[in-house]
Nanobody, 126 residues
Framework: QVQLVESGGGLVQAGASLRLSCVLS????????MGWFRQAPGKERELVAS????????ATADSVKGRFVISRDNAKNTVYLQMNMLNPEDTAVYYC???????????????????WGKGILVTVDS
């Protein structure tokens, strides 16, 4: 059974950087397209960034483009979200997500997610 565990969240000041990590266990990581979603209070969950099984094939939401970068390290079974120039609007619970085994998604939609992490809180203080 595939499981996802996020780490790296916390409270930071506006303008700071954070790197989120998500480790996949229970199967071969390289077979999974991965994504980061977030949900702010009172808002729907939205895709932040995703990466296909081909590491150079990524998609990033317009709201974070130029500030956030998604990457993967298949040797470490880990997907990362580097978040720079954080602002209060980035405050949310961030969820790691995995698509179906072998499915190739550059931009992964919620309906395509087969496994969710529990989520990790990122708070950006102004």
């Amino acid at each position: 059974q595939v499981q996802l565990v996020e780490s790296g969240g916390g409270l930071v000041q506006a303008g700071a950087s954070l790197r989120l990590s998500c480790v996949l266990s229970g199967d071969t990581f390289s077979l999974y397209s991965m994504g980061w979603f977030r949900q702010a209070p009172g808002k729907e969950r939205e895709l932040v960034a995703s990466i296909s099984i081909y590491a150079g094939d990524t998609a990033t939401a317009d709201s974070v483009k130029g500030r956030f970068v998604i990457s993967r390290d298949n040797a470490k079974n880990t997907v990362y979200l580097q978040m720079n120039m954080l602002n209060p609007e980035d405050t949310a619970v961030y969820y790691c997500a995995a698509g179906g085994r072998g499915a190739v998604y550059r931009q992964i939609a919620s309906w395509a997610v087969k496994t969710w992490g529990k989520g990790i809180l990122v708070t950006v203080d102004s």
